[in-house]
């Protein structure tokens, strides 16, 4: 029977991480992953990793499933003015590890103008 078990208390959610074992299998049992596929799985797995916070710890990778430690970090506290999210910076440096520099730049042009736009309407400009 299969059980969920946490790796790691959950009493101080908040400064400690959580880490996760997962699994994923192909469909059909068929031999997906031969050295060109697991390299390309690689790169996308470090992608993830950048732009989600996550870390993996260790990982198996075969031919037709894999195995994943992932540590994922706490939550920052956020203080009770705060509507949460993460900061226009921590945004784009995340945008970064996925996309190329002229989108990045893009995106940070329209945060700045949506940012202004706003500041205009609340303060009556």
């Known amino acids: 029977?299969?059980?969920?078990?946490?790796?790691v208390s959950r009493r101080n959610g908040e400064s400690?991480?959580?880490?996760?074992?997962?699994?994923?299998?192909v469909v059909e049992r068929r031999l997906a992953f031969g050295v060109r596929e697991k390299e390309k799985f690689r790169t996308l797995m470090r992608l993830q990793e950048k732009f989600t916070?996550?870390?993996?710890?260790?990982?198996c990778l075969?031919?037709?499933?894999?195995?994943?430690?992932?540590?994922?970090?706490?939550?920052?506290?956020m203080p009770p003015t705060s509507q949460g999210g993460i900061t226009d910076e921590e945004?784009?440096?995340?945008?970064?590890a996925l996309?190329?520099?002229a989108f990045v730049a893009g995106?940070?042009?329209e945060l700045a103008a949506a940012?202004?736009?706003?500041?205009?309407?609340?303060?009556?400009?």
């Open 91 to 96: 945004l784009l440096k995340r945008l970064s």
């Open 62 to 77: 075969m031919c037709n499933h894999f195995h994943m430690l992932l540590e994922v970090p706490p939550m920052p506290l």
């Open 1 to 7: 029977m299969r059980q969920a078990r946490w790796l």
């Open 115 to 125: 940012r202004a736009a706003i500041y205009a309407t609340e303060h009556g400009l």
């Open 16 to 25: 400690k991480p959580v880490f996760y074992h997962v699994i994923s299998r």
């Open 99 to 101: 996309y190329n520099e």
């Open 53 to 59: 916070g996550c870390r993996v710890v260790s990982y």
């Open 107 to 109: 995106v940070a042009a």
